[in-house]
């Protein structure tokens, strides 16, 4: 199972919005609406920010948004603030208990 | 509070043997899937293994079938990953995730370091 593509890095002032991409094929992305994404500061553990494409769990921001279309799931981060700095990593259930990474996004807020 | 604690992480040989444990607590440990991810130096993150939450389904990413073996003890809840023949690319943190049902991790544990080196 390849791992899903992203851009390796994004960028945007605070107060901006960033958008992510990450694509997959009809066997993953395309095939399931479960895409998760994560976020990870150095040196922790990721943190789910999205899953099911689009929802959003308890206590992370509204700022967060997630969406698909086809073979490509994107993440969206509104008003960029300074804590948003991060590795994120989107993720897609492939079926048959298959599970398959995104190759990461390194998000900088100038 | 739901918490995930791995331990059993260390310098091996290639070809060594090493066994993880991820001790969990804060929640039904026995209503869980649980999964182990790793992420090399630098490097993003993959999924390893897999094993319902009764411990009567295993998965394993292609890399590691054969040589890795995930197990649960749901009296003790606690999760484990055996790795055999070790390699120098199995050298990375070790992180336990629990899975919801929708096919993501809601809780991860701060993960633990293998070190595969002569």
């Known amino acids: 199972q390849s791992a899903l593509t992203q851009p390796p890095s994004a960028s945007g002032s605070p107060g901006q919005s960033v958008t992510i991409s990450c694509t997959g094929t009809s066997s993953d992305v395309g095939g399931y609406n479960y895409v998760s994404w994560y976020q990870q500061h150095p040196g922790k553990a990721p943190k789910l920010m999205i899953y099911?494409?689009?929802k959003r769990p308890s206590g992370v921001p509204d700022r967060f948004s997630g969406s698909k279309s086809g073979n490509t799931a994107s993440l969206t981060v509104s008003g960029l603030q300074a804590e948003d700095e991060a590795d994120y990593y989107c993720?897609?259930?492939?079926?048959?208990?298959?599970?398959?990474f995104g190759t990461g996004t390194k998000v900088t807020v100038l | 509070e739901v918490q995930l604690v791995e331990s059993g992480g260390g310098l091996v040989q290639p070809g060594g043997s090493l066994r993880l444990s991820c001790a969990a607590s804060?929640?039904?440990?026995?209503?869980?899937?649980m999964h182990w991810v790793r992420q090399a130096p630098g490097r993003g993150l993959e999924y390893v293994s897999a094993i319902s939450s009764n411990g009567g389904s295993t998965y394993y990413a292609n890399s590691v079938k054969g040589r890795f073996t995930i197990s649960r003890d749901n009296s003790k809840n606690t999760l484990y990953l055996q790795m055999g023949s070790l390699r120098a690319e199995d050298m990375a943190v070790y992180y336990c995730a629990r899975e919801r049902g929708g096919h993501y991790y809601d809780r991860w544990g701060q993960g633990t370091l293998v070190t595969v080196s002569s």
């Open positions: 993720d897609s259930y492939a079926g048959s208990n298959n599970y398959v």
């Open positions: 099911e494409v689009s």
């Open positions: 804060g929640f039904t440990f026995s209503s869980y899937a």
